[in-house]
């Protein structure tokens, strides 16, 4: 059996879910060894389970005896120690882990940013940029004169650097694209001047995408940091997001740089533009003459784009196509020339239609942070959280001299005892962080201060969140629940299983004698044959094996055959089984004289060995299933019987009683 589907079966018919918590106000409802459950869980699973729609509705007083079946399994479970196993424990704290999650993360944060992202998908944006790299391993002062540097280019293009031309002192903007050519460090400003394109949520790291979709069209923004270095970011035009395309293309390619071949290219592509205006087929031409080699071979089709999923001049002249059918002009890319054919066009869809793909895009974007650091202030506030503002000085300071990883640090870090925060009673040293960093040293940044506080920070989120953590039980009610169904219903299992399922399966003695003793309830209403249809290749075979069969036993038949007349030539084959009119046609015939069957000229001699079963199975092996489901009930009324007797069990009737007449 599946546990895991077991256990959600179990969550289901016990009403694993959100759950009253105990309270003053929630009586004991039964104990068990003394042990209290209480009436705002028995009244939960009544009610989820007693719903109209419900396939077997019970009264109160039957479901009282299922719940109290069901409590008592869980408790022998944790009399024989299953609740201590080392197996139990590890798969109890990873089902615990994966309920934590919705629980340890601002929610109402990713919503919002599910909502910004799809606002911003209802409008492209079109865009030119300076990017200004910020060295690897920069300093400090490297990282400000880079900043300077982007400072001075967004004056360049805004308001002008002043020049003194005689007299007079002039200024006045410069042009974007040629302050891009001089300055931008983007390998292809040579070509676009800093021109971009079109952009899309996702399609940018979300600090410049931010950047882009609040700049008004016309301006200049102010320098914004990504992981290459810093951009100044030119909105040069709004529209309503056109939705998705789907194109085929031919394509020929050539570098911009090299004249003769680009001059090749061009040729060709317009011979072939020619072929298209002249009616020919665009998927065969594609197939036979486009030298994209990913797309040739299915007709030039390409899967659904938007706007910033192809570069500029490619996805400029798709989009412009108006009609299904309509082909473009030869276009240029950096790439080389392309026909585009337009074959389908689609608007955006709804915000319900992708509201879970853009969860999932935002879970793996860079602004999931976002709503981490939200969850962290959340926290923060809800402990108490309190920092000494001067406590990272030392840290500061010997970042200043040493590497992370050199020991030096470590060994004067180790000396450092002063407070650096503190929330909910609990009090972290500058020891405390110090072992934090000597476990996590590595980091992406490169400025010592920079490397301290990205340090501190994930440390003062890890411990905020361990914390957190360790509370939901006492916070949530339907976590605390949750988390307690879960570990009944794995030690249900593992008692259920180890006590009547492994049991019926492996107790042969015990379900035979079940079995003789109950033979009278699995009559049949037909006759059966139990046997084999034993098929021959030639008339040797068939005298040897007819011979065989006469001798060996009824279960042993078909490994005699086997073994004695089959070798690299399979000279019989055999069918087993429990039969009854019209399962087999050759048993039908043999036996019950009925049907028209008529052996294969492959395997032409055919006979059946076997009994005819009139009303009673033979073995419990004849019934398998209908006996092990039985026989497995029988052992667990008995075992139910037994767990009565052991443990004692005491209804709080008063309360029940005024359960029932809540139920008249």
Known sequence: MNKKGFIIGIMGFFGIGI?????????????????????????????????????????????????????????????????????????????????????????????????EAYARKLKDVEMAHIALQVPRNAT???????????????????????????????????????????????????????????????????????????TPVGEVSDPVRSPFGYHIIKVLAERPNPGEILVSHIM???????????????HKIDSIYQCVLNGEDFAELAKKCSEDRGTAAQGGALPWFGTGQM?????????????????????????????????????????????????????????IKVAQQSFINKLKKAYGYQENKNGLDDFYQLAGQYALKDSAFMKEAEKLTATLFSFAGKTYSQADFAAYLAKNPNSGQTIPGCI?????????????????????????????????????????????????????????????????????????DKPHYKGHVIYCKDKGTYKAARAIAKKADNDSIESYLNRRLNDSIQYVQIETGLYVEGDNPAIDRYVFKSGNFEPTEEYPYVFVSGKLLKKLPETYTDVRGSVTADYQDFLEQAWIAELRKKHDVVINEETFETMRQKEL
């Open 311 to 367: 570069i500029p001049e490619f996805s400029d002249a798709a989009f412009a196509l108006k009609e299904k059918g309509d082909v473009s002009a030869p276009i240029r890319s950096a790439f080389g020339w392309h026909i585009i054919k337009l074959n389908d066009k689609r608007k955006i869809a709804s915000f319900e239609e992708i509201k879970d793909d853009l969860k999932r895009s935002v879970e793996r974007d860079e602004r």
């Open 252 to 266: 020929i390619m050539a570098p911009k740089n090299d004249g003769a071949r680009d001059a090749v290219a061009k």
């Open 452 to 524: 301290i506080n990205e340090k501190f920070n994930a440390y003062v989120a890890q411990e905020l969140t361990q914390y957190e953590n360790s509370q939901l039980e006492n916070k949530y009610t339907d976590f605390r629940n949750l988390v307690k169904e879960y570990h009944d219903g794995i030690l249900l299992f593992e008692i259920s299983n180890r006590e009547v399922w492994e049991r019926a399966s492996t107790d042969i003695e015990g379900i035979t004698g079940f079995f003789e003793e109950n033979r009278s309830n699995y009559a049949w």
């Open 19 to 115: 759950c009253q918590a105990a309270t003053t106000n929630d009586p004991v409802l039964l104990t068990i060894d003394g042990q209290p459950v209480y009436q705002s869980e028995f009244e939960y699973i009544y009610s989820k389970n007693n719903t109209e729609n419900a396939i077997d509705p019970k009264t109160i007083d039957e479901y009282m005896e299922l719940f109290i079946n069901f409590k008592l399994k869980v408790a022998e479970a944790e009399a024989q120690g299953i609740d201590t196993t080392e197996a139990f424990v590890k798969e109890l704290a990873g089902y615990r882990k994966q309920l934590a999650k919705p629980y340890l993360t601002d929610n109402n944060a990713i919503d919002s940013l599910i909502k």
């Open 140 to 214: 400090a002062a490297d990282t400000l004169a880079v900043y300077e540097k982007a400072m001075l280019a967004k004056q360049r293009v805004t308001t002008g650097i002043p020049v003194k031309k005689g007299r007079k002192t002039i200024q006045e903007p410069e042009p974007f694209d040629a302050v891009a050519k001089e300055l931008s460090d983007d390998p292809s400003v040579a070509q676009n001047g800093g021109y971009f394109g079109w952009v899309a949520p996702f399609r940018i790291v979300y600090p410049l995408e931010n950047v882009i979709y609040t």
